[in-house]
C-alpha cells in the first residue's frame, strides 16, 4: 500500500492520555499560547509574536500538509498541548525524522514520551518505516530523555547550522532501528 495512503489512515489516532489528530482552525488560540512563550520553544522555532503571526505559522507549517502532522490534545482537558511530526520522510529507504513539542505546562507527565512511543509503533508497525531519528540541540535534556524513554539511542553528536537562527550549534543524533524496535 502507497506510504499516503498509510498516512491518512491514520490522520487521527488515541492513546492513553492523548489524541493524535489534525491541526484545525479551531487550535489558534491554544497554539498561539504555545507558541507565543519563549519558554515553550527555546528549541523549536521562532516565538510567535502576535496572536496572526501565530496563525499563519500554524497554518503554513502544520495544516497546509496534514499528513504526517498530528496536532497533540490531551483528552481530559480537549486542549492543543503540542504536536508530533514525522519529517524529511525518504520513501525508498523508508526512514523519516521525528519533531516533537509540548506546552511547558505538560512537561514531566510522560505526555511527550507517550505521544513519541505510539507513534514509533505506528511508523514500525503500521507504515513499514525501517528507521527514524531524531536531532536535538545538545542542551535540550529533556527532549533527549523524551527520545531515550522511547527507545532511541544517541548515535552521534555534532555542529550544524540552526534553521532559523543560522547560528552554529551542536546537536545530538537518536535513532531507532525497526530491527531494534521492541514494543512495551
Given at each position: 500500500?502507497?506510504?499516503?495512503?498509510?498516512?491518512?489512515?491514520?490522520?487521527?489516532?488515541?492513546?492513553?492520555?492523548?489524541?493524535?489528530?489534525?491541526?484545525?482552525?479551531?487550535?489558534?488560540?491554544?497554539?498561539?499560547?504555545?507558541?507565543?512563550?519563549?519558554?515553550?520553544?527555546?528549541?523549536?522555532?521562532?516565538?510567535?509574536?502576535?496572536p496572526q503571526e501565530s496563525l499563519t505559522f500554524m497554518v503554513h507549517y502544520f495544516m497546509k500538509e496534514p499528513l504526517g502532522v498530528w496536532a497533540i490534545e490531551e483528552k481530559k482537558s480537549s486542549k492543543?498541548?503540542?504536536?508530533?511530526?514525522?519529517?524529511?520522510?525518504?520513501?525508498?529507504?523508508?526512514?523519516?525524522?521525528?519533531?516533537?513539542?509540548?506546552?511547558?505546562?505538560?512537561?514531566?507527565?510522560?505526555?511527550?514520551?507517550?505521544?513519541?512511543?505510539?507513534?514509533?509503533?505506528?511508523?514500525?508497525?503500521?507504515?513499514?518505516?525501517?528507521?527514524?531519528?531524531?536531532?536535538?540541540?545538545?542542551?535540550?535534556?529533556?527532549?533527549?530523555?523524551?527520545?531515550?524513554?522511547?527507545?532511541?539511542?544517541?548515535?552521534?553528536?555534532?555542529?550544524?547550522?540552526?534553521?532559523?537562527?543560522?547560528?552554529?550549534?551542536?546537536?545530538?543524533?537518536?535513532?531507532?532501528?525497526?530491527?531494534?524496535?521492541?514494543?512495551?
Amino acid at each position: 500500500m502507497d506510504m499516503m495512503i498509510r498516512l491518512a489512515q491514520f490522520a487521527e489516532f488515541e492513546t492513553q492520555c492523548l489524541l493524535l489528530r489534525p491541526f484545525a482552525y479551531k487550535d489558534q488560540a491554544d497554539f498561539y499560547e504555545i507558541a507565543g512563550n519563549p519558554e515553550n520553544l527555546a528549541f523549536i522555532f521562532p516565538t510567535q509574536v502576535t496572536p496572526q503571526e501565530s496563525l499563519t505559522f500554524m497554518v503554513h507549517y502544520f495544516m497546509k500538509e496534514p499528513l504526517g502532522v498530528w496536532a497533540i490534545e490531551e483528552k481530559k482537558s480537549s486542549k492543543l498541548i503540542g504536536a508530533i511530526r514525522l519529517e524529511n520522510m525518504d520513501f525508498n529507504s523508508q526512514h523519516a525524522e521525528v519533531g516533537y513539542f509540548i506546552h511547558k505546562d505538560y512537561w514531566g507527565r510522560g505526555l511527550a514520551s507517550e505521544a513519541l512511543k505510539n507513534l514509533t509503533f505506528l511508523a514500525f508497525q503500521e507504515l513499514h518505516l525501517r528507521s527514524l531519528a531524531i536531532i536535538t540541540h545538545k542542551e535540550n535534556l529533556a527532549s533527549q530523555r523524551v527520545a531515550q524513554k522511547a527507545g532511541f539511542r544517541l548515535v552521534r553528536e555534532y555542529k550544524g547550522s540552526d534553521r532559523y537562527s543560522k547560528q552554529v550549534r551542536r546537536y545530538c543524533l537518536f535513532e531507532m532501528r525497526k530491527s531494534g524496535y521492541r514494543y512495551e
